[in-house]
């Protein structure tokens, strides 16, 4: 069985741990997944499938991920969108109609409201832009790092970012949450 680790930003494998990831760099792939729109339930399924991706990287030889935070929030992001296609093939309707019900239990507080409109903005964005914006905002990472993980010019992010930016504020502006 393939023991080790991987670790953040150096690259080197490190014989007798078997968590290729550490608390902070999970909690941030939950984040993305999260954020990706993959429901609570799944979140440990893609958890596992980006360690699975860090170790098998490994055990094929292959060199570790110059930055394995920045490498992991990546494939999360990936595996959110993946997660999108097959449910819209599967099930388009049912549970995109659940998600726009308000919340059960009402918030007076306004950052609940903000937050609300902000995911049911991010839902409605294409993929590309929606990743875009999970991975600057939300995973923290800057417009290079994104663009060298995802294979696209620095210019297409910030492209894709302006566009999802600009589609969000409207959505809330409309919304008359802002």
Known sequence: MLRGRIRRGRGAYVAGDDDPLDAAQERRVR???ALGGVPQADLPDGVQQVRLRLLERAADGREAPRDVSAWAAVVASNLAMDWHRAKRRQERLGERLAALRPAEEPSGEESSVLSLAVARGL???PDAQR???????YAD???RSIAEQLGVPEGTVK??????VR????????????
């Open 131 to 137: 990743q875009v914006v999970v991975l600057r905002f």
């Open 159 to 164: 492209s894709r970012l302006h566009t999802a």
């Open 123 to 125: 839902d409605r964005l």
């Open 31 to 33: 984040a993305v997944l």
């Open 167 to 178: 589609a969000l504020r409207a959505r809330l502006h409309e919304d008359e949450v802002v």
């Open 141 to 143: 990472l800057p417009v």
